[in-house]
């Protein structure tokens, strides 16, 4: 059984960073795309940065520039982590790990969004002003 584990996240002044990690374990395919969506309260959930198995990666255009998507596979393991900087208020959400296992590259969100099947349970990232 596939298992997603978030850790990191926190409060933070405007300008500052954090850095979050999410341990994929239990997989066995060598293909796939994970990475990380966030849901701030009253919207939809949306991707953030994305990385897949030939290390080809994605970002938001909100956050380009600012936030860095990175892995470290090891054997039916992944660590990712994501690297963010000069954190704006509106970067306040519950940030998400994801996988989607057996396929070597990203789908565009609405699609990757449906084929998800293994969710962190999320971690709290605050940012304030």
């Known amino acids: 059984q596939v298992q997603l584990v978030e850790s990191g996240g926190g409060s933070v002044q405007a300008g500052g960073s954090l850095r979050l990690m999410c341990v994929v374990s239990?997989?066995?395919?060598?293909?796939?795309?994970m990475g990380w969506f966030r849901q701030a309260p009253g919207k939809e959930r949306e991707g953030v940065a994305l990385?897949?198995?030939?290390?080809?990666?994605?970002?938001a255009d909100s956050v380009k520039g600012r936030f860095t998507i990175s892995q470290i596979n090891t054997e039916n393991k992944n660590t990712l982590y994501l690297q963010m900087n000069s954190l704006k208020p509106e970067d306040t959400a519950m940030y998400y790990c994801?996988?989607?296992?057996?396929?070597?590259?990203?789908?565009?969100?609405?699609?990757?969004?449906?084929?998800?099947?293994?969710w962190g349970q999320g971690t709290q990232v605050t940012v304030s002003s």
């Open positions: 990385i897949d198995s030939n290390r080809g990666t994605w970002y």
């Open positions: 994801a996988a989607d296992l057996g396929i070597p590259y990203c789908m565009a969100l609405p699609l990757l969004r449906a084929r998800i099947k293994s």
């Open positions: 239990g997989y066995t395919y060598n293909t796939y795309c």
